[in-house]
T-cell receptor, first 114, second 114 residues
Framework: NAGVTQTPKFQVLKTGQSMTLQCAQD?????MYWYRQDPGMGLRLIYYSASEGTTDKGEVPNGYNVSRLNKREFSLRLESAAPSQTSVYFC?????????????FGEGSRLTVL | AQSVSQHNHHVILSEAASLELGCNYS??????LFWYVQYPGQHLQLLLK??????LVKGIKGFEAEFIKSKFSFNLRKPSVQWSDTAEYFCAVNWMDSSYKLIFGSGTRLLVRP
């Protein structure tokens, strides 16, 4: 099983450019998440999707949009990248409600905005 | 507001020393508690979890954690660390009243010297 797959793994953008981070999971999980990881700040939740067809803002949603394309896929879009969005982005998924919050993470996408 | 605090940002130990990493969360209610580990260059992996029952939880690689409800704490311990335990450790809390969100602490970088 691949688990949670993120693409791309590395990306360099110029300020103002747009891009989409793709995430797919093959574990039939209902919930999916996007986090960003910055030194000394741990992981901060950007957006999450409790189930197919729903999305909600997390702690730091400004500057991002998401799409839950289907049960497997959850993409994160930066419409106009800013240097403050330089970070490592992690996608995660969790089982149905009975999974009680345990997350399964992808390998991360390192984004640099110049 | 929901928050998770990890008091030690950097810890340096020699092999065979004992480890205790602190974790506190902001308020009570029913919670699910987690410790995740991130080895250098890798994604986050679950170390151990507490949902209910015995407040002393045992995880992989000899780690354990104790949930003290009255102190809103979930400290991680290991009696004797190894060089291979060098990693970053994250405490995370899922409040059952917002069941789809997992809030992370800022992390503790552990360096174990041979």
């Amino acid at each position: 099983n691949a688990g949670v797959t993120q693409t791309p793994k590395f990306q360099v953008l110029k300020t103002g450019q747009s891009m989409t981070l793709q995430c797919a999971q093959d574990m039939n999980h209902n919930s999916m998440y996007w986090y960003r990881q910055d030194p000394g700040m741990g992981l901060r939740l950007i957006y999450y999707s409790a189930s197919e067809g729903t999305t909600d803002k997390g702690e730091v949603p400004n500057g991002y949009n998401v799409s839950r394309l289907n049960k497997r896929e959850f993409s994160l879009r930066l419409e106009s990248a800013a240097p403050s969005q330089t970070s490592v982005y992690f996608c995660a998924s969790s089982p149905p409600r009975g999974g009680t919050g345990e997350l399964f993470f992808g390998e991360g996408s390192r984004l640099t905005v110049l | 507001a929901q928050s998770v605090s990890q008091h030690n940002h950097h810890v340096i130990l020699s092999e065979a020393a004992s480890l205790e990493l602190g974790c506190n969360y902001s308020y009570g209610g029913t919670v699910n508690l987690f410790w995740y580990v991130q080895y250098p260059g890798q994604h986050l992996q679950l170390l151990l979890k507490y949902f209910s029952g015995d407040p002393l939880v045992k995880g992989i690689k000899g780690f354990e954690a104790e949930f003290i409800k009255s102190k809103f704490s979930f400290n991680l311990r290991k009696p004797s660390v190894q060089w291979s335990d060098t990693a970053e450790y994250f405490c995370a809390v899922n409040w059952m009243d917002s069941s789809y969100k997992l809030i992370f602490g800022s992390g503790t970088r552990l360096l174990v010297r041979p």
